[in-house]
């Protein structure tokens, strides 16, 4: 047990380790090889070719060093998440051959229980790869020449996407005219559906382009994007624009709706816990043939007295046309009235879903019935007056 | 500064049949105002928002209620006593409250600008959703200037149905702001130059 938690640990320790190394030694000789000085293990292999010729320059012998240090550091690792590995299934009584990550993830939170609310920060034990980051090639030859004609941009993967979508984009406007003059139109039928699609998030894109990208600079991409997307003929470059796209979560399809019970009156009924909203909490129960009767703590609706709460409880009766249908129980406590309210609300519209149909299902969940309201109140700040009311400004 | 993500889409209270490409955009919550009630009115919603003082919501609500109410009371006073033209007299209140803000909003704005050590006051187009937020708080701000014996709903009610007519002091100041606006028209190329 004791060494599985030690590589868990060395795993960070090394880490650390070797990026005090690639600090201390960038020497006067590599500041070429500052901007990007990694590798990945496969591009040691191909090097030694290299290495064999005789003009190899400073940069170039600095980054193999320094490659092939990564390159050991990733095999120790690699070995050791194997031992672990071998360790953990030995415990869990389990075939180390076919102990997947799952089966890792799921033996740690066991025999680790952690009560760290941030899930980062509980203990895990992953594969060096996913561990430690991808690492670019190399980007010069032996004598220090680089490949890329944008390398001294810092970031030539970047600036290359960009010059890649602007060409895309030119394409297409040559297109456009040369259609134009034809007479022709861009084909309706073909047209690129983008709907179900986001572009890539900025941390993803920074993992395809294995470069650090800042937020201006994701916008611009965001921005070259856009513009090649709604261009007329668009779907003559569809490759390459799905190539950024990422497809979204069917949202309509995300929760399962619950089969309702029976109760001993042989109706139809729903329980929803769970229901919060600020820092009220509710129980929700709906049954289905009903008068419309509605229980709030054994209290009928003037539970509540102001207007707006009341309306907020027939909300989502009233727009499902399910009023004077259903019979509303509810059990809240804490909260004011608006937070309880808030929080009944949800639950009935919750508890609804399951007597009512699919399109009136999505209609809800585009009235925002459906989505759980996770405002809270904003802390106050130091030195204001409030969370945002800033101190009156006195001169002295 | 809110705390959804920026794809997330506002809530629609439309039942439409057609809607394949929201299907995947996910949706704020509805706030605790929305309703689909036949007594919503984004506009009135607004206008609640702003008569609130210290977050007491709930007066607010009452003053307004009780405004419409008094704007009903004299609209059928007015009905009854009218001879001929009856249809010319509007009771639904609501629609009244609506014609005032439409009348009362604003198109020009003076805004300072300074030029080589000089302020100009220059002209300079209002959005529409500040012109709906002048023209309400020039409602509110007649409203609350009144006698101690008045109360705001009663005061509220007359400069909404004088302001529906194209009358009273918010659409006077609407004109002044216009006309001012017109004798500082030379300034205006100060807005981009």
Redesign the interface.
């Given at each position: 047990m004791s060494l599985r938690v030690l590589s868990v640990n060395l795993l960070k320790n090394n880490r650390n380790f070797i990026q005090n190394a690639v600090r201390n030694s960038k020497g006067p000789g590599v500041q070429a090889l500052a901007l990007a000085p990694y590798a990945t293990q496969v591009t040691v292999q191909a090097t030694p070719a290299a290495v064999q010729k005789q003009k190899v320059s400073k940069a170039m012998k600095a980054y193999l060093e320094r490659a092939k240090e990564h390159d050991d550091f990733m095999k120790t690792q690699d070995l050791e998440f194997q031992i672990g590995k071998r360790h953990l299934a030995n415990m869990m009584g389990a075939d180390a051959e076919t102990f997947t990550q799952e089966d890792i993830d799921e033996a740690i939170a066991y025999l680790f229980p952690s009560g760290l609310f941030d899930k980062r920060a509980r203990p895990a034990m992953r594969s060096p790869e996913e561990v430690f980051p991808a690492r670019k090639a190399a980007e010069f030859d032996e004598t220090g020449r680089p490949f890329h004609s944008m390398f001294y941009t810092g970031k030539p993967n970047f600036f290359q996407l960009l010059h890649d979508i602007v060409e895309e984009t030119n394409k297409l406007y040559d297109l456009e005219e040369r259609m134009l003059r034809r007479g022709n139109k861009p084909d309706e039928n073909q047209k690129l559906e983008t709907?179900?699609f986001?572009l890539l998030p900025k941390d993803q894109l920074e993992r395809v382009l294995v470069e650090h990208i800042a937020d201006i600079e994701y916008q611009n991409f965001t921005n070259a994007m856009d513009r090649l997307i709604s261009l007329p003929y668009s779907y003559k470059s569809k490759a390459f624009i799905e190539r950024y796209l990422k497809p979204?979560?069917?949202?309509?399809k995300q929760l399962e709706v619950p089969k309702p019970k029976i109760d001993d009156q042989g109706r139809q009924y729903i329980t929803t816990y769970e229901c919060l909203r600020k820092t009220a909490r509710a129980d929700v129960t709906v049954r289905l043939p009903g008068t419309g009767k509605i229980t709030i703590n054994g209290q009928d609706i003037s539970y509540f007295s102001?207007?707006?709460?009341k309306?907020?409880l027939?909300?989502p009766l009233?727009?499902s046309e399910m009023l004077g249908k259903v019979d509303v129980e509810a059990n809240v406590e804490g909260g004011g009235p608006?937070g309880q309210?808030?929080a009944i609300r949800?639950g009935i519209a919750m508890s609804l879903r399951s007597f009512v149909d699919q399109?009136m299902i999505?209609?809800m969940?585009?009235?925002?019935?459906l989505?759980?309201?996770?405002?809270r109140r904003e802390r106050k700040k130091y030195g204001q007056e409030g969370a945002r009311r800033k101190y009156t400004w006195k001169k002295r | 500064m809110s705390m959804y993500p920026s794809h997330f889409a506002e809530p629609s209270l439309k039942k439409e049949t057609n809607r394949s490409s929201a299907s995947h955009i996910p949706v704020k919550a509805a706030t605790n105002d929305l309703s689909d009630s036949i007594f919503y009115g984004e506009l009135k919603n607004k206008l609640i928002k702003y008569i609130t003082k210290k977050g007491n919501k709930s007066l607010a609500r009452e003053l307004l209620t009780e405004t419409f109410e008094t704007i009903k009371r004299t609209q059928i006073e007015r009905l009854i006593l009218a001879g001929t033209e009856k249809e010319n007299i509007i009771i639904d209140s609501e629609q009244l409250l609506k014609n005032a803000i439409e009348n009362a909003r604003p198109l020009l704005q003076l805004s300072a600008i300074k030029r080589g050590g000089v302020k100009y006051q220059v002209p300079v187009p209002v959005t529409e959703k500040k012109s709906y937020f002048l023209a309400m708080k020039w409602l509110l701000d007649a409203a609350r200037e009144k006698d101690r014996k008045v109360h705001l709903p009663e005061k509220l009610a007359w400069e909404i149905l004088d302001a529906a007519c194209g009358q009273g002091r918010v659409i006077k100041k609407k004109n002044d702001l216009h006309r001012q606006c017109e004798s500082n028209r030379a300034y205006a190329h100060y807005r981009w130059s």
């Open positions: 709907a179900g986001q979204l979560i069917d949202q309509s102001s207007e707006e709460c309306e907020q027939l909300f009233n727009y608006s309210a808030g949800w399109e999505e209609s969940r585009l009235a925002g019935l989505t759980r309201d996770y405002r | -």
